[in-house]
Structures are given as C-alpha cells and as structure tokens.
C-alpha cells in the first residue's frame, strides 16, 4: 500500500511557539499557570499541560477569582478588554497570540480609526474571530456565508474593511468578497488568511484527489482540522477525520491500494507518526 503524508501536516508555527511558551512556564517553577481557554484545539496536548499544573479557564469571566498567577493568551488571541482585566487583577500575562493574528488587530484598529467599519469573514463563534473583534467598535460585523451576508444591513455609503479568520476556507472567502465587490460598496480588502492554512488546504485537496483513502487527523473541536475534512471529502469520498490512532480503524483502508494522511494545525507531531504507523503496518 502507498501512503503518502502531507508535507503540511500537523503544527503551524503560531501553535507551535504557542504551546513552547507554555512548557518555558512550567520550567520556571512559578505556579500557578492558567491559559485562557484551551492552549490548542487538542485534547492530548492540552492532558499533558493539566497533568503538569497548568489549569485551563474556561472564560474571562474566570479572571475574576484569580488573585495571583501567570495568564497564558493562546494562539487564538483575545480582544483589548481582556488585557484591561488581566492588569486590573494585578495578574501577570504571557501573550501566546500567533503574530498574524496580532497582525490583523492592529489593521482592525488602524482602519477602524480611519472611520471604515471592518467586516470580519469568518464564524462568529470561533475564539479568533472574537479576539479580532474585541479590536474593532460595536459597528464590527462578523459574516461566514452567503446566507449570512443576506442578513447584513444596507451598507451602501460607508467605508468597509474586509479582514479574514487565519484558518478560513480561501476559496469561500474569495466568493465572499466577490459578492461584496458586486454590491459597489466602498471596500478595502485584506486577505488575512494564513499563507500556512492556504498550503495546507491545497496540498490536503491535491493529496485526497488522487489516493483510494484519506485521513485526516486533529482535535474535533479545531476549526481548520474540519476544513481539512471538507476539502478532502469534496476530492476523496472515503475520507476520515479521527483525533488520535485510538480512532482509526485499520479495517476503513484494509482494501485500497493508496492512502493520504494529513493534519491539522493543532496536531502534535507524535500522533502522525503512530497513524503513519499503523497505516504502513496493514496488510
């Protein structure tokens, strides 16, 4: 059986110094660590963390009963108020935030001071996407599909900033802007979409269309993990998305002559290789 494993595959950089942050803290021996909200979308990693003291806050409602102790910001990133509130507990923070994503925070801000209402692609409810929109004003919009463009007020007059999500679907966010344009409205785009989340979503899909089975492997709460499985499913219908090699079942891919393995960005390194693994290892 041929398995191919995708170059792309497994942590990006924002993830990767993200989570060395966190294991630099540990090493210093100044409990209590916290991160706000999970350090990566993958459970494995985030075990190991808890297992060495680090304590996720589920919110930032949770500051609140902090009196003391280090505050770890994830790659995700977090809006200016949270900032505020870590410096109102007299808590001190680590700011993990990938520096593209901190990249679009300051065009948020900038534009926004230029008077232009900024226009995020993306879903609303992703940690990211309401980070970015913590840098913007109450006029910010959120939008992720056609669908939800149609619920959008009248924007005809005003100046827009049009920014995306790092890990959004490249092509969706061409066909959103594309249907801006074609309103005539007065826009400034930005395609802020990682270039790491682009090579990885175009290597998974030119992989899928020409091996019999794809897997796809991440945390099931990762947003471009999912990505990954819906580009593959569109090249490859005997695609499967599985978090770690306890998922897999050898049984899926026991008959083909071909397999492609790819991962997302919040994937560990480790857990390809024991896929890659078990993969190679059927007969």
């Not at 992989?207 to 471009?224: E, F, R």
């Not at 998305?241 to 002559?257: A, K, L, M, N, W």
Request: net charge neutral; proline share 3%.
């Amino acid at each position: 059986m041929e398995v191919v494993v995708a170059k792309t595959a497994g942590f990006c950089f924002g993830v990767e110094r993200a989570v060395r942050k966190v294991y630099e803290q540990i090493e210093t021996g100044r409990p209590p660590i916290f991160t706000l909200g999970p350090i990566i979308h993958n459970e494995e990693v985030v075990r190991d963390l808890e297992g060495r003291g680090v304590r996720v806050l589920p919110d930032e409602e949770s500051l609140k009963d902090l009196k003391e102790g280090t505050v770890i910001i994830r790659s995700h990133g977090v809006g200016r108020a949270v900032y505020d509130r870590i410096k109102a507990r007299g808590l001190s923070v680590v700011d993990a935030t990938c520096p593209f994503v901190k990249k679009i925070h300051r065009v948020v801000q900038e534009q926004n001071g230029l008077g232009r209402r900024v226009i995020i692609i993306g879903d609303k409810d992703h940690p990211e996407v309401q980070g970015i929109r913590g840098w913007g004003d109450e006029k910010t919009l959120v939008v992720k599909d056609e669908a939800e463009m149609a619920d959008l007020p009248d924007l005809t007059g005003e100046k827009l900033c049009i920014v995306s999500q790092t890990t959004f679907n490249y092509n969706k966010f061409q066909d959103l802007v594309e249907k801006f344009s074609e309103k005539g409205y007065d826009i400034f785009v930005l395609n802020t979409i990682c270039n790491a989340t682009q090579e990885r979503q175009v290597e998974a899909g030119r992989i899928a269309s020409q091996v019999d089975a794809m897997i796809v492997v991440g945390g099931k709460s990762s947003s471009n993990t999912r990505k990954l499985y819906e580009i593959c499913r569109k090249e490859c219908k005997n695609t499967y998305y599985i978090q770690t090699v306890g998922d897999f079942d050898p049984e899926s891919v026991s008959s083909v002559r071909s397999v492609g393995i790819t991962a997302g960005a919040s994937t560990p390194k480790n857990i390809i290789e024991e896929v890659h693994t078990n993969v190679r290892g059927i007969k």
